[in-house]
């Protein structure tokens, strides 16, 4: 099944031309990571599959039915690109800003009861936060932080969690274990990813396809694919090659 069906979609900024023909097709268990330049249209891309904004042109599908009459949000995890310099006070701790996200798939009245408390737990529990349940999210590692979140996004069970540029500020030992949770709830809970990242050496090793976004689709498929491209070549240089797709590509024989 597709969760998400892009046709020819551009978006435009009053005059700046974010995105422009884009078509996109994310089915049901991908794990699909995003990169491209800074300014590439990547923020973009989720905000318009989140109807946050106004398509110029085309039109996004989600689950089947048009963005603009879609309602089933709380099927849908979603993990902003911000900065997280939080202050080392900052008044929340890992259990309420894990349960705040309760709150947004929740209408009148907005209001977190007891039943609520065992979703937060099992979001904790996937993410592997329990055990900061009760510390000032302020005082924690980046990394930490990042989990948190995601278990925020995860409260609600949703099918597709979509996530900017989650480990940005992140070192790469760390970055690199927060892909491989991601590919656990990937295969374990059958949860559809899709993440832009800035880091194009180390994502293709985790995720199952790999879409390219310089304002328009670059490439889409699988990371050996990919390695193997002449967009590969063009847009990152035949010395490059070695860099991003190392020796060998893991997910080669997997799919
Ligand atoms: P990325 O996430 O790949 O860095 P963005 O989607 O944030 O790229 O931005 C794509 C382009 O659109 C950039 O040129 C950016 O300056 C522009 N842009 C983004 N948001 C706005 C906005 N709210 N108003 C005007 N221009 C914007
Ligand atoms: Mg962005």
Redesign the pocket.
């Known amino acids: 099944m597709n969760l998400i069906e892009i046709k020819n979609v551009c978006v435009r900024?009053?005059p700046?031309e974010?995105l422009c023909s884009i078509s996109l097709t994310i089915a049901s268990g991908d794990y699909v990571a995003i990169i491209?330049?800074?300014?590439?249209?990547?923020?973009?891309?989720f905000k318009a599959i989140l109807n946050l904004l106004p398509l110029t042109e085309g039109s996004i599908s989600l689950y089947g039915t048009d963005v603009r009459r879609f309602t089933q949000w709380n099927k849908i995890g979603y993990v902003p690109?911000v900065s997280r310099n939080l202050h080392k006070g900052f008044p929340a701790t890992v259990r309420e800003i894990v349960a705040s996200g309760i709150l947004s798939a929740k209408s009148f009245p907005r209001m977190i009861f007891r039943k609520d408390f065992s979703k937060v737990i099992r979001a904790m529990e996937t993410v592997g936060v329990c055990d900061l349940s009760n510390r000032l999210i302020g005082e924690l590692s980046g990394g930490q932080q990042q989990r948190v979140f995601l278990a925020r996004a995860m409260v609600n069970d949703p099918d597709l969690l979509l996530l900017d540029e989650p480990t940005a500020a992140i070192d790469p030992a760390t970055r690199e274990q927060f892909y491989k949770t991601l590919r656990e709830i990937n295969s374990q809970f059958g949860k559809t990813i899709v993440l832009?990242s800035h880091d194009a050496s180390n994502i293709g090793h985790f995720a199952t396809k790999l879409a390219y976004?310089d304002k328009h689709m670059v490439f889409y498929g699988r990371f050996d694919q990919f390695c193997a491209s002449p967009e590969m070549t063009r847009y990152f240089g035949p010395h490059a090659q070695h860099l991003i797709c190392g020796q060998h590509c893991p997910m080669k024989g997997k799919l």
């Open positions: 900024y009053g700046i974010a491209g330049p800074n300014g590439s249209g990547k923020t973009t891309l690109q832009i976004l």
